[in-house]
């Protein structure tokens, strides 16, 4: 049995250094809690940056699971297999959307809906072709493909992988006015977070969802919203976008769609949007495969019911309770929705990273985002004495 210095020492030598993980290596998980290879326990609070929003191995999902494995797992769409129709149907019915598109990462989802829009915008609102233009925000984060890291404003992320692709224009994310004055004719999409994730768990101000759902309709743009961490009851609504009762043209969504057990990712539209696809223009093997489908089905059955959501609401005011305070005493800015907090480290204490160094001396894992915000996301099965610990964790690293 290797200990936690050899794992580091193997997994350092022979997989590539593209990320920075704490020095922690986890051998088990069971509902909020994860089990280091030493026996060490620690409450999971970053929560697979929301894929584990059911938190690990939750029975309904596992038996989904192990019964699909024992059936059958891939077809390939070459075929038709009994998973995808009403999982198709489920997802979509969620969601308020006419159909689905199912794929597996949440990059490729996002791709999936950049390659609708566009087609869509030369199909339908009649742009000419290859002058499409889609709208991002500053601060962005869609995932890590070239086109993808294109229109990234996240140095790391983005250079040295150019040549770019172009047609990409960037505002302000939360600047209403700003979004009205880059829409023009060749505008096909605005695809935003609602609030932003990797950005540091970003809201944006009260009414601006609204906004950009009224400058699409006035663009006659697609409102495309990457629900790939924000959604699925992170919140305490299946979709954030819901907070002010805004429904997009196309939700993007992926992460806890898989239930932490699988990569899931859809996009969700309408008929006259996703009908622009036909055979062959576009596709993935893995994409609306049985077992993935099954376990996605058992994901919109257990949203459906309401309870996640309605606990994200419950223990996020607890948590808000709890860390509010932490304000001028070591904390800057403290935001929340739902089971969801970005905390603003004050500069000239110890830096994000080393919080989380300390928080995960104190059993709490949790994980820094751009250097000084700590973002929690503990799975929505916590308990009110788990966001306790918590909060007391984060109250003693910070005093
Ligand atoms: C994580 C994330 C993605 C990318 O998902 P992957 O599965 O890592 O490709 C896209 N959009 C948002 C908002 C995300 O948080």
Same mark, same amino acid.
């Given at each position: ?50 894929? *584990? ?37 489920? *997802? ?16 490729? $989802? ?21 002058? $499409? ?54 505008? @096909? ?16 101000? =009260?009414?601006?969802?609204?906004? @950009?759902?009224? @400058? ?39 992460? $806890? &769609? ?11 539209? =309408?008929?006259?949007?996703? =009908? ?14 049985? &077992? ?34 932490? @304000?001028?005493?070591? *904390? ?68």
């Amino acid at each position: 049995m290797l200990d936690t210095r050899a794992h580091i020492a193997l997994t350092e030598h022979y997989a590539a250094h593209n990320y920075h993980p704490l020095p922690v290596v986890l051998s088990h998980g069971e509902g909020a809690w994860v089990t280091d290879v030493e026996g060490r326990r620690y409450l999971d609070c970053l929560a697979g940056y929301s894929a *584990l929003n059911f938190g690990h191995g939750h029975p309904r999902l596992l038996a989904r699971a192990h019964a699909q494995l024992d059936r059958l797992t891939l077809t390939s769409r070459a075929f038709l297999n009994d998973q995808l129709g009403p999982f198709a149907e489920a *997802l979509a019915r969620l969601t308020g959307h006419e159909m689905v598109l199912p794929m597996n990462t949440g990059a490729e $989802a996002v791709e999936t809906a950049i390659k609708v829009s566009r087609k869509w915008g030369y199909r339908v609102k009649g742009v000419p072709e290859d002058t $499409a233009s889609i709208v991002v925000m500053e601060g962005n984060f869609h995932g890590r493909t070239t086109t993808i890291v294109s229109f990234s404003d996240d140095k790391v992320a983005r250079d040295e992988y150019g040549p770019y692709t172009p047609g990409f224009r960037t505002v302000r994310y939360g600047d209403a006015d700003a979004l009205r004055a880059a829409v023009d004719d060749t505008t @096909v999409a605005v695809l935003l977070e609602p609030i932003q994730g990797e950005g540091g768990v970003l809201i944006p101000p =009260d009414g601006y969802l609204r906004d @950009v759902r009224s @400058v699409c309709d006035e663009a006659g743009a697609l409102m495309v919203a990457d629900e790939v961490q924000s959604g699925l009851g992170r919140t305490g609504r299946t979709f954030a976008c819901e907070h002010e009762d805004v429904q997009p043209d196309v939700y993007v969504l992926g992460k $806890a &769609l898989g239930g932490g057990l699988y990569p899931v990712s859809a996009i969700a539209a =309408d008929h006259a949007v996703l =009908d622009v696809i036909t055979p062959g223009s576009h596709g993935s093997t893995f994409g609306g495969n049985p &077992l993935a489908a099954a376990i996605g089905h058992e994901v919109v059955q257990m949203l459906e019911e309401g309870e996640f959501q309605s606990r994200a609401t419950r223990s996020g005011v607890l948590l808000a309770d709890g860390l509010r305070p932490l @304000v001028g005493h070591g *904390l800057d800015a403290v935001r929340i929705r739902g089971l969801w907090a970005g905390l603003d480290v004050s500069p000239g204490g110890p830096s994000g990273r080393e919080l989380c160094e300390r928080l995960l001396e104190r059993g709490i894992l949790a994980k820094d985002t751009h250097g000084s915000t700590i973002r929690l996301a503990p799975p929505l099965v916590v308990t009110d004495d788990e966001v306790r610990m918590l909060v007391d964790a984060v109250t003693d690293v910070l005093a």
